[in-house]
């Protein structure tokens, strides 16, 4: 055989190899001849706030309703990135607790896969019935495991994972990789084990809710310090021409030590039918606005607003909502309950974006979730990611998809692509009068809400129905059925830890009282 021919055919079998390694792949990053890679990267900014519900911020989440604001002028930074941004009506936390909700931010993976469906709390593992071990339900004022009211509860929450795996890509592990500077500042809590292990190059430690200083009221020293940690990485990256990602977690806020007085004041002068728990909450969102203010003001500065994305979510829906804690019964109106439920008030969130060909004032109402931030990142870094149907079910491989068609769309409907058309959140845990461990799927317009204890099957149409009021189950028991056959499908895929019957439940014991509201009401 003729050399020339021998090289040839070698150099089409490396190329089959190669190509075939990649299609292998469960998390392989793609790329199309017609998506050249960018000449100057984009920038990422991305601010979590701390139990800030879908209707806290003065932004209007929804176009359609009118109430799914506060009073103008509360936040008015986020009402300026929303002015020259897109808002997501329907973005969800994947979990109404703040570990598991962070945890898929960071992975783009659902807490039920990662076995992260509770609280990371003073690194306790949670093993009682109300979703906490004995440590655990002492901070959270109730009894603890070995107490006689362990009776009470029919279901025993399982022992989850406290750790993000090692395993596990993040966020600033896939940018990192992609030549970005990244950065991490404020609230951790999905481990003790420090950001700088999990891809961040600049970190101020494994923070949890009490500050890098060990402080039970961490702000408003805290909203000042992550600020300014933020915009001297900013700052340095930007003299050295390196594109970069920097996250910023605040830190929740509950009483008047923990906000300045001058948000106090004006929060007073907006709303000044708010008492003291709900006052010190909203002047608490009114000092994180000003700092995502000092942040938007120096990125104009600094000339690089036309190429940085700058994002703002929080974790889970806001304390209250008619299950103990928070601002009372109407938390989260016009949303159902608050966190630590299942229902829209625990898991509806906020999400604004601003950045390049993003179109100023628009609304989205395609649903999306914390496990689209990855991969959208990644997308708009030019190293999108591809998910191999035959691994989806893999631990270390990521569940959402990216939200670049949302962000071209201008505000016209746009497909997600994800490994599975339904969306999950797995809840097993008792927590805050939630009603008992349950779990929720999103397919189409219907959301079908299951309760453990009582095998409850609930069916809306989020259309129609934001409030959760019309249960349709028994009118359309094949949707029911079907979409119940989804649920328990995926959460033996992903083999997600389930709640299990408790052998000490005595069935005429006195249902456990609400546990005690925590002093700050704020946290995880």
Request: proline share 7%; hydrophobic share 35%; aromatic share 6%.
């Amino acid at each position: 055989m003729p050399n020339r021919l021998i090289t040839l055919l070698l150099t089409i079998a490396v190329g089959l190899s190669h190509f075939a390694s990649a299609a292998t792949s469960p998390n392989a990053p793609v790329t199309h001849a017609e998506d050249a890679e960018p000449k100057v990267k984009p920038n990422f900014i991305f601010i979590l706030g701390e139990g800030h519900g879908w209707s806290s911020t003065s932004v209007q989440m929804d176009d359609r309703v009118p109430n799914s604001r506060q009073a103008a002028g509360l936040t008015p930074s986020l009402e300026k990135l929303a002015s020259e941004g897109m808002r997501l009506s329907d973005f969800y936390a994947t979990c109404p607790r703040c570990t598991p909700s962070r945890a898929s931010f960071c992975t783009g993976i659902s807490p039920a896969k990662l076995h992260m469906t509770y609280v990371n709390d003073k690194g306790v593992q949670r093993d009682g019935p109300r979703g906490g071990g004995k440590q655990a339900q002492r901070d959270a004022g109730g009894a603890p495991a070995d107490d006689a009211s362990a009776s009470t509860y029919r279901l025993l929450a399982p022992q989850t994972d406290m750790e993000l795996p090692a395993e596990v890509k993040t966020t600033g592990d896939v940018l990192r990789s992609a030549g970005y500077a990244t950065a991490h500042f404020g609230k951790w809590h999905v481990g003790r084990a420090s950001p700088s292990k999990h891809g961040f190059d600049e970190t101020d430690g494994p923070n949890t809710n009490v500050g890098p200083g060990r402080n039970a009221t961490p702000n408003s020293g805290e909203s000042k310090a992550i600020t300014d940690k933020g915009l001297a990485f900013i700052e340095t990256q930007v003299k050295a021409g390196k594109p970069f990602f920097l996250q910023l977690s605040h830190y929740g806020a509950g009483t008047e030590e923990e906000v300045t007085p001058e948000s106090l004041a004006e929060v007073r002068r907006l709303q000044p039918e708010l008492k003291a728990k709900a006052l010190a909450f909203a002047a608490g969102m009114r000092d994180m606005d000003n700092a995502i203010g000092r942040i938007m003001n120096r990125v104009a500065e600094l000339g690089i607003a036309d190429r940085t994305y700058v994002i703002f979510s929080t974790d889970h829906g806001t304390p209250g909502g008619g299950g103990g804690g928070g601002r009372g019964g109407d938390a989260n109106a016009p949303l159902s309950r608050g966190k630590g439920s299942v229902q829209e008030g625990g898991v509806r969130i906020p999400f604004i974006v601003r950045g390049p060909g993003i179109k100023p004032g628009t609304f989205s109402h395609e649903r999306a979730t914390g496990m689209d931030l990855l991969p959208t990142l990644a997308d708009l870094a030019g190293t999108p990611i591809a998910v191999d149907p035959r691994h989806k079910d893999d631990k270390n491989v990521i569940e959402g998809g990216s939200l670049v068609p949302i962000f071209k769309s201008g505000g016209a409907a746009a497909r997600v692509s994800r490994p599975r058309e339904e969306i999950v959140i797995h809840f097993p845990h008792y927590d805050l009068n939630n009603g008992g461990p349950a779990s929720s799927i999103y397919l189409g317009q219907y959301k079908l809400l299951r309760v453990d204890e009582s095998g409850k099957r609930m069916l809306f149409d989020m259309s129609k129905d934001l409030q959760e009021q019309n249960d349709l189950a028994a009118a359309m028991p094949d949707k029911v059925n079907d979409l119940e056959s989804r649920l328990d499908a995926y959460l033996v895929a992903v083999h997600a830890q389930r709640a299990t019957p408790n052998p000490e439940f005595k069935n005429d014991a006195t249902p456990a009282a609400t546990p005690a509201k925590k002093k700050s009401g704020k946290g995880g």
